[in-house]
């Protein structure tokens, strides 16, 4: 199988910093594969609360849902590394858009990982997926 790769956006919308913890690190005493999801959701929750949003989870009268994901790993991090989470915005279609992530480790200087996630709006009283709001989108793009 090919191996596939995730680009990069031209520009990146927010940067946060994460220190891995204890609970981050597996048995052979680096970062967990299974880790680095939840570090690229972290991040987009502080994105989401950057641009206004009180609640990252459900908002614009919808819940956010992911439909996807992919995962590149590039390098290992260990326990107390210093990580830089990137987030940029892209792929809008009517009812779909994707974020993509770069974590870089600043301890170690080098590319960690690369994350991409498709995600939807999803109208929890109505049990459908509803249009990315204009609202939304137009905040992803500032």
Same mark, same amino acid.
């Given at each position: 199988?090919?191996?596939?790769?995730?680009?990069?956006?031209?520009?990146?919308?927010?940067?946060?910093?994460?220190?891995?913890?204890?609970?981050?690190?597996?048995? *052979?005493?680096?970062?967990?594969?299974?880790? /680095?999801?939840?570090? #690229?959701? &972290?991040?987009?929750?502080?994105?989401?609360?950057? @641009?206004?949003?009180?609640?990252?989870?459900?908002?614009?009268?919808?819940?956010?849902?992911?439909?996807?994901?992919?995962?590149?790993?590039?390098?290992? *991090?260990?326990?107390?590394?210093?990580?830089? /989470?990137?987030?940029? #915005?892209? &792929?809008?279609?009517?009812?779909?858009?994707?974020? @993509?992530?770069?974590?870089?480790?600043?301890?170690?200087?080098?590319?960690?990982?690369?994350?991409?996630?498709?995600?939807?709006?999803?109208?929890?009283?109505?049990?459908?997926?509803?249009?990315?709001?204009?609202?939304?989108?137009?905040?992803?793009?500032?």
């Amino acid at each position: 199988m090919a191996r596939k790769t995730i680009d990069l956006p031209s520009q990146f919308l927010f940067q946060t910093d994460y220190d891995v913890l204890y609970t981050d690190v597996n048995n *052979a005493n680096h970062l967990g594969a299974d880790r /680095v999801l939840p570090i #690229a959701m &972290e991040a987009q929750l502080r994105f989401i609360k950057q @641009i206004g949003y009180e609640d990252a989870i459900a908002f614009e009268d919808a819940g956010l849902i992911m439909a996807h994901s992919e995962v590149a790993y590039l390098s290992e *991090a260990g326990y107390g590394d210093r990580l830089s /989470v990137e987030l940029g #915005a892209g &792929e809008f279609t009517g009812k779909s858009f994707q974020f @993509i992530y770069r974590i870089s480790n600043l301890s170690r200087e080098r590319e960690m990982a690369r994350v991409a996630t498709t995600l939807l709006f999803f109208d929890y009283k109505q049990s459908c997926v509803v249009p990315v709001p204009d609202a939304f989108r137009q905040r992803c793009s500032a």
